[in-house]
């Protein structure tokens, strides 16, 4: 069994073979359907291609229909490997090099590329959170102002950005509303639209992994740091941040008026726990209930 590893470039992608093979496939469809009928001479254990600002995207999604076991990782996770195995130099197919022999080595966790849906609802995800921060920007500049035309100005932008954000919540309830399991993820109170909406475009692996993977996924699986009798505080790294903030917020709420996770809060507090570290820990335990809940929501789903 090989591992493979694909370095991703606007126009092309190398690919290497541990210890086999190497070529170089264009980043288009016509490449993709070379570079399948390539690699079908190799047993495969996983394929793995670092997040390259969405260039990885479509080759990704093209590798997975096709049936292959495809892993997408941080670049900072591929160069720290490469340090660690004594590789300073980085060219293309060094890169593609490092990325087989991790393939080969690591159990890493399968990636799932998101659904037609969910690209579109990605989309207008982005879109809302451009809105909210250009929103929080002109506030600010509307306080700095004494001109009552431009004050007049300021308002009528404030007033029209948040009517698109009315216009946009509303559009992309509707698209949660018309996919099974996800209509009713948010009844857990503090899971509102904007994490539910979240979830869905940014973590489709939500119902596919456990309680520990999923955590850790998304950066919130806690890291020992030990040596011998010393004993570091354990911190949370990595992950996916958009996915975060949306569970910081959600669990702010989820603290005031869900009674099984302000009672698990207020535990934490009990036994000493800083206020950060019991709201980290409300934030995992809501990814779990929501994740357990999906997993539930997607064998109903299957025909027996």
Not at 28 to 56: C, H, M
Not at 185 to 192: D, M, N, R, S, V
Not at 217 to 243: D, F
Request: glycine share 6%.
């Amino acid at each position: 069994m090989y591992g493979i590893g694909i370095d991703v470039s606007q126009a092309t992608l190398d690919v290497a073979v541990h210890e086999q093979a190497f070529d170089q496939f264009s980043n288009d469809k016509r490449g993709f359907v070379r570079l399948i009928q390539w690699l079908k001479q190799w047993p495969i254990t996983q394929v793995v291609l670092e997040a390259s600002g969405g260039y990885e995207r479509a080759a990704l999604e093209a590798l997975h229909d096709a049936g292959l076991p495809m892993v997408r990782i941080n670049p900072a996770r591929a160069r720290r490997f490469a340090q660690a195995t004594g590789r300073a130099a980085k060219t293309d197919r060094l890169d593609a090099a490092v990325l087989a022999q991790m393939a080969h080595l690591l159990p890493l966790t399968r990636c799932v590329p998101p659904a037609p849906w969910q690209r579109r609802l990605a989309e207008f995800a982005q879109c809302r959170r451009h809105l909210v921060q250009m929103r929080v920007s002109e506030m600010q500049h509307l306080r700095q102002l004494t001109d009552p035309v431009l004050i007049t100005i300021k308002q009528r932008h404030l007033a029209q950005l948040s009517e698109d954000l009315k216009q946009l919540d509303k559009a992309m309830a509707e698209q949660l509303a018309a996919q099974p399991g996800w209509k009713n993820i948010g009844t857990l109170k503090g899971a509102g639209p904007i994490l539910v909406s979240t979830l869905a475009c940014e973590l489709p692996e939500l119902g596919t992994l456990g309680s520990k993977a999923i955590a850790s996924l998304v950066g919130l699986a806690p890291m020992n740091r030990e040596s011998g009798t010393w004993q570091g505080k354990r911190s949370i790294t990595g992950g996916r941040a958009v996915v975060r903030e949306a569970l910081y917020m959600a669990a702010l709420t989820a603290i005031r008026y869900e009674p099984k996770l302000r009672d698990f809060y207020a535990t934490l507090k009990a036994k000493g726990k800083a206020s950060k570290v019991a709201l980290v820990a409300v934030m995992r335990k809501m990814l779990v209930i929501l994740n357990a809940r999906m997993r539930d929501a997607q064998s109903e789903s299957i025909p027996a």
